[in-house]
Structure formats: structure tokens, C-alpha cells
């Protein structure tokens, strides 16, 4: 297995910018998280689904954040327009939802908005 | 509202010493306490995990301690290696399943010197 896939891994745009990042989980997982992580701030939750389906986005920071799942292999988290604010690494991860399993992460998009 | 404070920020530990991460939790909600490496450039990756329902768990040189009544946990690393310097998260989440989102600590830094 690929494990979690996610592109691009470096992404360097300009303030107002639209910035779309991409997650495929792993086949069979049920389960996508986006996680931001900062010095600051650590890994904060943005949102998560189950079965594609949007659970809880209460940690998308602000409107200009929004994220899909069309299909059970493919997510998008969008910022649009992207500030110098949003500069952190973002991660996708993903899982089964059976008792004592964990997630398996990305490597991540580091994305940096100049 | 931090839900799980984890400490030191950073540790330096001598090669075949050990290294004590420790980790505070609040929601007395949370059964499910796993521990994240992650080394740089790479996404957080599941170290051990534990539930609530035992108080010790080993896995080779790692080991977590649980204190249910104290709402801590802690990692510790036996005969700790230069390859084991990383950083370390502690996390919790409820009801033990993969759907539930994960809850991080700030991370630790761990650097082992020879």
C-alpha cells in the first residue's frame, strides 16, 4: 500500500492567492482527516469526515477555508484567498473506524504564502 | 482550551538513557491515549497506544505508563538511541475507534546525544 498520499508537498503562492491541497487515503480507510500543524499551535484538527461524509469543520479557522470528499479517494482543502497567516504544514490522514486503530498521516504540504 | 498538556517541550538524553515524556489529559471522556513519532519532513506516524483499562503497556524498548485517577500518561523510551531523536506526540480521543478525531499534544522534542 502507497500509505496516505498527498500533493503538492511544497506549495509557495502570494497573499489573495487560491491554494488547493490534495489527500488520497489509504483504499478501504473510512475516515479523512485535515490537520494544520504550526510551531505555535502544534496539530489542530481543521475538519474530518466519515464515509465522505463531513463530520465536524468547527476547526476550519475561517471562511476562506473549505474541503471536499467526493468520493471515498479523494479529498481537497481549498483556501481561497490564501494570507501570510495560513503559512504551516498541512496534513491529511486517514483510518478504519474499528476500536484501537490508528491514523495513518501523510507526509504533508508545506505550504508557504509570501 | 488545551485538552491534553503534554511536557517537557524539548529533552536531551544521553545514548542508552532514558527518555520520560508526560502527558495530562481533562475529558474524562477520552479512553483511547496513542503516542505519535514524527521525524522532520515526515507526518506522525502511531508509536503505541493504550486504553484506560490497564495501567502499563510495552512494546519493545517503548513503554506507556497510565494513571487513570491522576488523568496523566507517560512515554518512556529504555536504552534510548540517536534514532530515536524525533518529535513526540501525546493524543486522546473518545470511545477507542478510528472515527473519532484525535485530540494532540504540543509534541516534545527528543534529541539523543551519544
Known amino acids: 500500500d502507497a500509505g496516505v498520499i498527498q500533493s503538492p508537498r511544497h506549495e509557495v503562492t502570494e497573499m489573495g492567492q487560491e491554494v488547493t491541497l490534495r489527500c488520497k487515503p489509504i483504499s478501504g480507510h473510512n475516515s479523512l482527516f485535515w490537520y494544520r500543524q504550526t510551531m505555535m499551535r502544534g496539530l489542530e484538527l481543521l475538519i474530518y469526515f466519515n464515509n465522505n461524509v463531513p463530520i465536524d469543520d468547527s476547526g476550519m479557522p475561517e471562511d476562506r477555508f473549505s474541503a471536499k470528499m467526493p468520493n471515498a479517494s479523494f479529498s481537497t482543502l481549498k483556501i481561497q484567498p490564501s494570507e501570510p497567516r495560513d503559512s504551516a504544514v498541512y496534513f491529511c490522514?486517514?483510518?478504519?473506524?474499528?476500536?484501537?486503530?490508528?491514523?495513518?498521516f501523510g507526509s504533508g504540504t508545506r505550504l508557504t504564502v509570501v | 482550551q488545551q485538552q491534553v498538556k503534554q511536557s517537557p517541550q524539548s529533552l536531551i538524553v544521553q545514548k542508552g538513557g532514558i527518555s520520560i515524556i508526560n502527558c495530562a489529559y481533562e475529558n474524562t471522556a477520552f479512553d483511547y491515549f496513542p503516542w505519535y513519532q514524527q521525524f522532520p519532513g515526515k507526518g506522525p506516524a502511531l508509536l503505541i497506544a493504550?486504553?484506560?483499562?490497564?495501567s502499563e503497556k510495552k512494546e519493545g524498548r517503548f513503554t506507556i505508563s497510565f494513571n487513570k485517577s491522576a488523568k496523566q500518561f507517560s512515554l518512556h523510551i529504555m536504552d534510548s538511541q540517536p534514532g530515536d531523536s524525533a518529535t513526540y506526540f501525546c493524543a486522546a480521543s473518545m470511545k477507542g475507534s478510528g472515527n473519532t478525531p484525535l485530540v494532540f499534544g504540543k509534541g516534545t522534542r527528543l534529541s539523543v546525544i551519544a
Open positions: 490522514a486517514s483510518s478504519f473506524g474499528r476500536v484501537n486503530y490508528g491514523y495513518t
Open positions: 493504550i486504553r484506560p483499562d490497564v
